[in-house]
């Protein structure tokens, strides 16, 4: 919002104030200020001309030439602007002047020649002396200055805006208007705020007939009707004003209920009587196939949340939201009747954004307006049009109907209470002094305050003693409260068992094992779904997804990562990645939202994986997590059936801890890989986190160190296919339990000439508890090794 | 002519049938279609065949090549479609041989975890609880407890993804304000990082994604005051440096009063940059004491308790640490951004 300090000056006496330091402390005690900005316009040469006469251009059709009067002097200009015409008042730049040209830059008037014709300055828009950005025509006036007056003598052109984010103040109804700031300005300024109304003189005339069928909705309606209207251009005082605050000057009437808006915060609305059937104004919601078209032209269906003016036959207006077509005031208009209401917040709020339409109306009627604001507008609505049109005549009584009981907000609070929420010793004095400034009624017994709300900012804004905190504390100044730490009880040690996993895993395989940690969305694109041959059914779906194509959250950890594999694999590097996050599983109430890890190893430049590198790789690094999470050691076992298209039918293990099944490793399934078109081989370790921190904690106890050296003894067996490791490795331990202590696979060997069969070999860890084993004793071990394996396994052993 | 077209025709496809292997396909196709292939050398020799006969003969080699080409596709998919049943249907892989270890490279942590673990850590020693919860939350946790009724204005400014099933992506972290004080008697010190959604088109610097972690407080008496002091030391053990603060209202439904927190600009140590668009303050965070609502909500009598908290976006702390331009990156999947990030860990 826009706040014009010429505006403010109204209101409050800004001589000798430094702005740059005002609008930091309005920062630090009201609201954010976005933008200081300085107009400052060259105002040398700038004078009052009335156009006497327009003549056409000889040599150009859209231009023509205007005879204007200077006062004492008549000059001649070319003006290519549309709202030209004999009559009006406008602004003229005489040579010497400094314009702003289209661009923005400035140069200095000289006289010329345009097409043939001579042209001593011009007849300029507020954009090209700087005033705003319009320059949809010239500016018009009306002609309470005279021609030939020099604009520097009439007004002053300079001006200070601010520019308030709008978000900072939407908890306050009261600062929607430059009264509103100029009030909280006053309180910081410590300076007087000059802000009445008298009451205007209105008629006992009783022409109309109004009714409020929907009091709810609409807590007060006030009307008048003014006749003997002339609508023309509004003075240049007030054009400024709404140029400075990026509004367009329309005509009087309109530019007069934006000046009430802007100053008190509440909006009005000028119907044109003569449009308004059988002098009849109805409040009410809509009807069933009911519409509007506002005065933007467009047309809307209603509905009966929605709350409209109506006259005895037709809606007139979308109530606190825009005016319609019908009913406008336009350059014929004589007669107005003049609405300053108040309506629910809530349902213009939904008014507004169901047909689309947010205008500076409803945007404050959003914000629960004081009721009081209604009044307050309509008179000063009344006093600028006596002023500015003094033969215009009210021309009824002043309509006010109003369902408001006037609740006064009365807050009991102590200053100790204040003092403490603050963590400042701040005085009783100070506090009463704040409270006072900002127009709160006190009523003090000792320690004890009895503070009553103005109107104006107890619809929603102070209704419990934490916010009267809030008002001493920002205007003492936050500033002035020094940091103190809290005095704590100390707390037991407090760690989740679900961060102290994440961290373990994040640790062993960003700095251990060389994995680059990735995120992704919780959001799952449906083609990539489409494409893996998931159903989008069964998933928790959006109401409101930014793009169709991400309309579910994710079920599962792969997609995205597989995503990210295809994203990567042209850089024709290892990819490693991995990511922690929450995936959704429907279910009654809250969704279950388990903690997963996915860990992706792709190669691109791999051919093929007959071998399944990366499945042992992947194995290697499943193995080396769980020997950090304290949860015991991890089993793999194949052939468990999952439910998952990207599972690999031979190429997949479950991985069990505790006997639980906490995840699985998989090659990538290859009719997938085709389907998305990667390209790399693909290997993948999911874990389900939750499950793993929930279960018990195992720690390996120490093992007493071996007394006896032991002998290490390597045997290679040539063995089928389809007997695993491990049953060789069992078969292995069986033939001298007592003296075994470890087993390893070094070394897997397969060629062409083995066919079905390959090569294991095993290095044996044999050791006696209570002597040194003999070399005899190992041949003989061995060859109860060559024949258990043969019997057992139908394997035999080289050499 | 025609009938040396013939002829090749049916020796191509009786042996395009026995073809079991990509390689010998290759070699197929080189044979046939190949440079010097057996068609190709048919449709280089059309120059000899009389004219009257040329269209008629044209057509039977293009006609044939056609074909060929189709059906060695045809074959390369069958191939390939072989291949792949074989691989899923293989008996003979062993996954109890021994694992692999994996050859050394250098592995990265995500830079929003940088920062959090760094935030973590901070206020652990400060004695407060790490807490985790949910990313999908009903409409009471993210807003009606909050004390955001459905006609505020606060709802207007974040705009929220709602599921069919009537919850909604949370909006911001504070909906585990109610949940660790449902969770975990007073006093209560505690902060919870997580992601958070808003309804928003994503550009370089917006995003419908991203991170941050809310800290709460609740105990006896906690004034503005000591707000401010926390804030500030857990910001300068954050930045390791002095950090100016200053408070300046503002308006959350969830606490009372509510504010803004900004910190000196430390590109230009408050003189005034663009970095701070010339205020000497860059804002930060948004903090406050907890509204009595939410305490109520939270199940306990805000008459006896009492609390701050704060919301801080920790994407939003890497992209300043880090200088990040565009914020789809955190999340965008693209390795060359985070390889970038070589700090942190072992927390």
């Known amino acids: ?139 018009e006036l009306d002609n309470s200055l005279a021609a030939g007056t020099p604009l520097s003598e009439a007004v002053s052109l300079q001006d200070t805006i601010w520019d308030i984010d709008n978000k900072s103040l939407t908890h306050r109804p009261d600062l929607w208007g430059h009264v509103g700031i100029a009030r909280e300005i006053a309180s910081l300024l410590h300076r007087n705020f000059n802000y009445n109304l008298t009451k205007p003189d209105f008629s006992t005339e009783e022409p109309l007939q109004i009714k409020v069928e929907a009091p709810v909705l609409c807590p007060r309606y006030t009307a008048v009707k003014i006749s003997k209207i002339k609508i023309k251009p509004s003075p240049l005082w007030l054009q400024l004003l709404l140029f400075h605050t990026d509004q367009r000057p329309v005509n009087n009437i309109v530019d007069f209920t934006n000046f009430v808006m802007f100053s008190t915060g509440n909006p009005l609305h000028a119907f044109d009587i003569n449009h308004i059937k059988d002098n009849k104004i109805i409040i009410r919601r809509a009807r069933p196939r009911e519409t509007i078209t506002t005065l933007d032209g467009e047309k809307h269906a209603l509905i009966g949340d929605d709350l409209v003016i109506a006259d005895n036959q037709r809606t007139i207006a979308l109530a606190g939201v825009m005016g319609g077509q019908n009913s406008e005031v336009v350059e014929s208009t004589s ?21 689309g339409i ?78 006072k400034s900002l127009d709160f009624k006190i009523e003090e017994d000792k320690e004890q305050l009895k503070v009553t709300v103005p109107s104006y900012r107890a619809t929603k804004d102070i209704l419990i003693p934490e916010d009267l905190v809030e008002e001493i504390g920002r205007i003492f100044g936050y500033d002035n409260i020094k940091p103190q730490l809290p005095a704590v009880k100390m707390n037991k040690p407090f760690y989740l068992p679900i961060k102290k996993v994440q961290n373990l895993i994040r ?84 969704p279950r939202q388990p903690q997963m890890a996915g860990i992706v190893i792709a190669d691109p430049e791999l051919e093929s994986d007959e071998e399944g590198t990366l499945f042992f790789q992947m194995k290697f690094v499943l193995e080396n997590l769980f020997s950090r999470l304290e949860r015991g050691s991890v089993e793999f076992i194949a052939n468990k059936h999952f439910d998952h298209p990207w599972i690999h039918p031979a190429k997949s293990a479950a991985v069990i801890v505790q006997d639980k099944t906490v995840g699985y490793l998989t090659s990538l ?54 007997i695993s490791r491990e049953e060789v490795e069992k078969v292995l331990w069986q033939v001298e339990p007592q003296l075994t202590r470890q087993i390893e696979c070094f070394d897997v060997y397969t060629s062409k000439e083995l066919k079905n069969k390959r090569s294991l070999s095993f290095r044996i860890l044999f050791q006696h ?31 | 002519m025609l009938d040396k077209i013939k002829e090749i025709r049916k020796k191509a496809l009786t042996e395009l049938e026995k073809i079991n292997s990509l390689e010998i396909l290759r070699d197929f196709e080189v044979k046939f279609l190949g440079k010097k292939g057996e068609i190709t050398i048919l449709l280089k020799g059309m120059g000899q065949v009389p004219r009257e006969n040329r269209k008629k003969v044209g057509q039977a080699v293009n006609g044939c090549k056609v074909e060929i080409q189709a059906k060695i596709k045809e074959k390369e998919e069958k191939i390939k479609e072989m291949i792949i049943e074989q691989d899923i249907n293989r008996k003979d892989f062993d996954i109890t041989l021994p694992s692999q270890p994996l050859p050394h490279k250098k592995g990265t942590i995500h830079p929003v975890v940088i920062i959090q673990n760094k935030v973590e850590a901070a206020f652990e020693q400060l004695g407060f609880k790490v807490l985790d919860y949910f990313e999908v939350e009903d409409d009471w946790h993210n807003f ?188 965008g999947g693209d390795l060359r951004f985070y390889r970038q990030f070589t700090e942190g860990g072992l927390k």
């Open chain 1, 1 to 139: 919002m826009k706040i014009s300090m010429n505006w403010i000056g109204k209101y409050v006496d800004l001589n000798g104030v430094d702005l740059d330091e005002l609008s930091n402390r309005f920062t630090l005690s009201v609201a954010e200020i976005d933008e200081v900005i300085k107009i400052n316009p060259k105002s040398n040469h700038l004078y009052i001309a009335r156009v006497d006469e327009v003549k056409p251009h000889p040599n150009a059709d859209k231009l023509r030439i205007a005879i204007c009067n200077m006062g004492n002097r008549s000059q001649e200009v070319v003006c290519g602007a549309p709202n030209l015409k004999p009559g009006i008042y406008s602004v003229l730049a005489d040579t010497g002047a400094v314009v702003k040209d289209p661009k923005g830059e400035e140069f200095t008037l000289k006289e010329t020649k345009i097409r043939d014709v001579k042209s001593s300055g011009m007849l300029v828009s507020p954009s090209e002396i700087g005033l705003s950005h319009d320059h949809g025509g010239i500016i």
């Open chain 1, 335 to 355: 007669e107005i009747v003049l609405e300053s209401a108040s309506f629910k917040a809530g349902s213009i709020r939904k008014t507004a954004s169901r047909h």
């Open chain 1, 358 to 435: 947010r205008t500076e109306s409803s945007a404050r009627f959003e914000k629960s307006l004081d009721p009081d604001f209604a009044r307050q507008a309509a008179w000063m609505f009344c006093d600028i049009v006596d002023k500015y049109l003094p033969d215009s005549e009210i021309s009824s009584k002043w309509y006010d109907l109003s369902a408001v009981i006037d609740q006064k907000v009365v807050i009991p609070i102590s200053c100790d209470f204040i003092r403490q929420k603050l963590g400042n010793s701040i005085s009783n004095h100070k506090i009463v002094k704040i409270l």
């Open chain 1, 507 to 590: 640790n062993e395989l960003s700095i251990g094992l060389g994995f680059n940690e990735i995120m992704t969305y919780s959001f799952v694109k449906q083609d990539l779904l489409t494409e893996i041959g998931e159903n989008i059914q069964d998933r928790l779906a959006l109401v409101n997804p930014i793009s169709k194509e991400e309309p579910v959250l994710r079920k599962n950890i792969v997609p995205n990562l597989l995503e990210a594999v295809l994203k990567n694999e042209r850089n024709q590097e290892t990819i490693r990645i991995y990511e922690l996050g929450r995936v959704f599983k429907p279910e009654k109430g809250l």
């Open chain 1, 669 to 722: 399934n290859p009719y997938i890989s085709k389907n998305l078109q990667i390209k790399s081989k693909v290997t993948l370790g999911i874990l389900d986190l939750d499950l793993i921190s929930s279960l018990e904690k195992k720690i390996e106890l120490f093992q007493p160190l071996p007394k006896y050296p032991g002998i290490s003894h390597d045997v290679s067996i040539i063995i089928d296919n389809k």
């Open chain 1, 769 to 799: 508890p209570e002597k040194t084993l003999k070399q005899k004793k190992i041949k003989k071990i061995h060859k109860k090794i060559v024949k258990t394996v043969k019997e057992k396994t139908g394997g035999t052993i080289l050499s």
């Open chain 2, 144 to 331: 009606e407890g909050l004390n955001i009724p459905e006609e505020h204005p606060a709802r207007d400014m974040q705009d929220t993804f709602w599921l069919k099933d009537g919850n909604l992506l949370r909006t911001h972290t504070s909906p585990g304000q109610l949940r660790a004080m449902h969770n975990y008697n007073p006093p209560l010190r505690a902060i919870f990082p997580g992601k958070v959604f808003r309804y928003e088109k994503t550009d370089a610097s917006h995003e419908h994604t991203f991170h941050q972690v809310e800290g709460l407080m609740i105990d006896k008496n906690l004034s503005v005051a000591n707000l401010i002091g926390i804030m500030k030391i857990f910001l300068e053990a954050i930045f390791e440096r002095k950090v100016d603060v200053r408070l300046r209202p503002g308006f959350f439904p969830f606490v009372e009063p509510g504010f803004e927190l900004d910190i000196k600009c430390m590109n230009c140590g408050g003189n005034g940059c663009r970095v701070c668009k010339y205020s000497g303050w860059v804002e930060l965070l948004p903090c406050g004491l907890v509204h009595p609502n939410v305490i109520r909500a939270g199940g306990l009598d805000p008459d006896i308790w009492n609390g701050w908290a704060f919301g801080l976006g920790l994407t939003r702390l890497a992209m300043m640490k880090y200088k990040i331009s565009h914020i789809t990156h955190f999340l």
